[in-house]
Nanobody, 119 residues
Framework: QVQLVESGGGLVQAGGSLRLSCAASGRTFSIKEVGWFRQTPGTQRDFVASCTWSGSSTSYADSVKGRFTVSRDNAKNTVYLQMNSLKPEDTAVYYC????????????WGQGTQVTVSS
């Protein structure tokens, strides 16, 4: 089992920055990749970014490339999503998720944290 605890959401002005954290515990050795997703009311969860557990590879949705950065703090078993140059359209509930199979489904999910960007 893997447990994910998110933090860092909040309200920010357009152009500002936030850093989301996803702390992993449990059988973290089984994690292959951690992803970030976001969802607005009535919509599906969209992929935002991901990072292999080793930290050797990252991936980003086109909408956030150049603005968001995903990274891992090995000592803390925590994955971060640094969000810069935030736009109102970034407003969503952000979720972190982990998968134990490379390229497979995300098995574990955090509780979500609200990010609101005002114009």
């Amino acid at each position: 089992q893997v447990q994910l605890v998110e933090s860092g959401g909040g309200l920010v002005q357009a152009g500002g920055s936030l850093r989301l954290s996803c702390a992993a515990s449990g059988r973290t050795f089984s994690i292959k990749e951690v992803g970030w997703f976001r969802q607005t009311p009535g919509t599906q969860r969209d992929f935002v970014a991901s990072c292999t557990w080793s930290g050797s590879s990252t991936s980003y949705a086109d909408s956030v490339k150049g603005r968001f950065t995903v990274s891992r703090d090995n000592a803390k078993n925590t994955v971060y999503l640094q969000m810069n140059s935030l736009k109102p359209e970034d407003t969503a509930v952000y979720y972190c998720a982990a998968r134990t199979t490379a390229g497979g489904q995300y098995n574990y999910w955090g509780q979500g944290t609200q990010v609101t960007v005002s114009s």
